[in-house]
């Protein structure tokens, strides 16, 4: 009895892909997902509030211990990252798609480490102390000083937007692999879509 071929939609169903990525490099890059966004959005919405108020300097402290969060779990996903190699890229990837996402994961840990280290170099500068979750104050490696404050500043607000079109288009390509490709790429990193 001869078989039917197989439909359109069934030759583009999205492979599953043994090769995901584990469960701690799963959690880690959502929760420092979340956690830049958050970052962002609160460093958007305090820097528009006029003056010192309290409410303002509150939102900073947030916004600092949102940032160190990110920089302790972006040491933690560097060093998983090192010990544990992302997987192979998915069957029929071009060549050039897999050495630029390896070059945009790069950039991205980089900023996922510059970006908060810049903020918190810049607290420094200022001269004002970074007390971590209000319970552990950061060390101050270095004196007050404007001029650093300065070149801390324009460095943290240029990686921020830096970082900002990066995750656009991290996203952007993530959709494509999902929505256009149907490669099964972005299902390694959303465990439930399995």
């Known amino acids: ?3 039917a071929a197989p439909s359109d939609a069934a030759l583009r169903a999205p492979a599953i892909d043994d090769g995901a990525y584990g469960k701690p490099a799963i959690a880690l890059h959502w929760i420092i997902a979340l956690l830049i966004f958050a970052a962002f959005g609160l460093g958007l ?3 528009d509030i006029p003056g010192f108020t309290p409410t303002k300097l509150k939102l900073y402290s947030y916004h600092k211990w ?3 969060t990110v ?3 972006a040491v933690l996903r560097v060093l998983w990252r090192l010990t544990h190699p992302a997987p192979a890229p998915v069957a029929g990837m071009p060549a050039w798609q897999h050495k630029a996402a390896e070059g945009a994961h790069i950039v991205l840990y980089l900023l996922i480490l510059a970006v908060p280290l810049t903020g918190y170099l810049l607290s420094v500068a200022a001269g004002i102390k970074v007390v971590y979750l209000g319970l552990w104050e950061l060390p101050m490696p270095f004196d007050k000083s404007d001029a650093l404050k300065d070149i801390f500043h324009e460095a943290h607000e240029w990686l921020n937007w830096t970082m900002a079109t990066i995750v656009v288009l991290h996203i952007l ?3 494509k692999h999902h929505i256009v490709d149907r490669d099964g790429t972005l299902r390694r990193m959303l465990p439930f879509l399995r």
Do not use: W
């Open 173 to 175: 390509a993530a959709l």
């Open 71 to 73: 920089l302790i779990l």
């Open 45 to 47: 919405y305090m820097t």
């Open 1 to 3: 009895m001869p078989h």
């Open 66 to 68: 949102v940032g160190i």
